[in-house]
């Protein structure tokens, strides 16, 4: 069965309207994603608000980079907060409200998808700050390769919380998943990293000051860019249950 672009947009438009109260629990997830890296990051440097907010790297990558106890406990609290409650929100976007996995099973596969990811984006934005700023084939092709694994991988927590699998075969579905919708896969990550990379840079570069004067641009970016993620989630879910309904991935683990 073949679905057409505007069913499609269809279904992502009805599903945003039936979950939007659902933007507040997206944004809760993103104060988390930012609080965490923010902690490690000021008790690595002690540096002031203004210029942490510039800093892209995971807990991961300060556990490892600035290795302790503190550190290491805030890393593994971080990413076993994020695997629970990502678990719950991407189950109820699909059914019925949720604020945990269905099982310990998938409480421990996003566990791993998530740290995966951040341990890969960490690796590659540190291959890409090594480049430097003068043009070669590193520079081009780095941040390329870091967009197509980010497409790639795009579906994987998706596969781990509504089709039950492990992280291997969440990251073959979610492979699979991309082939089949290739063109909106990227219109939906391009957009995606457009606009939270503006609301990123663009408060990065407004903060200044003490982090009195610093706190609303951190509010401001934690409620845009959640806001964002809310639409990217429901629109590539929709892909996704989609996909499972044409026959293109499986509907379950077997």
């Known amino acids: 069965m073949q679905t057409t672009a505007t069913t499609l947009l269809s279904r992502i438009a009805t599903l945003l309207r039936a979950k939007e109260r659902l933007v507040f629990y997206a944004i809760a997830l993103y104060a988390l994603d930012a609080a965490a890296p923010l902690f490690t990051s000021w008790f690595a440097d002690h540096k002031p608000l203004a ?19 503190v550190i290491a406990l805030v ?43 951040a ?7 540190y291959a890409i700050s090594r480049t430097g700023s003068s043009l070669s084939a590193a520079t081009i092709l780095l941040p390329l390769a870091a967009l197509g694994l980010t497409l790639i991988l795009q579906y994987t927590d998706y596969a781990v919380v509504i089709t039950g699998v492990g992280p291997l075969p969440a990251a073959r579905r979610s492979w699979s998943t991309v082939r089949a ?10 957009a995606i990293q457009l606009l939270a990379g503006f609301v990123l840079s663009t408060t990065a570069d407004a903060a200044s000051g003490s982090w009195r004067q610093v706190l609303p641009l951190v509010v401001i970016r934690v409620v845009a860019v959640g806001s964002v993620a809310f639409v990217g989630d429901v629109a590539l879910i929709s892909v996704y249950i989609d996909t499972i309904e ?6 379950s683990r077997h």
């Open 51 to 69: 210029k942490l907010l510039q800093n892209d790297n995971s807990p991961l990558w300060d556990m490892v980079a600035h290795p302790g106890i």
């Open 246 to 251: 044409r026959g293109a991935v499986p509907a």
């Open 181 to 190: 919708n290739l063109s909106i896969s990227v219109l939906v990550l391009i």
């Open 75 to 117: 890393t593994v609290a971080y990413f076993g907060l994020v695997a629970w409650f990502r678990a719950g929100y991407i189950r109820s976007i699909v059914g019925a409200q949720h604020f945990g996995p269905r099982d310990d099973a998938q409480f421990g596969a996003l566990f791993v998808v998530m740290a995966a990811l």
């Open 119 to 125: 341990g890969l984006g960490d690796a590659l934005g």
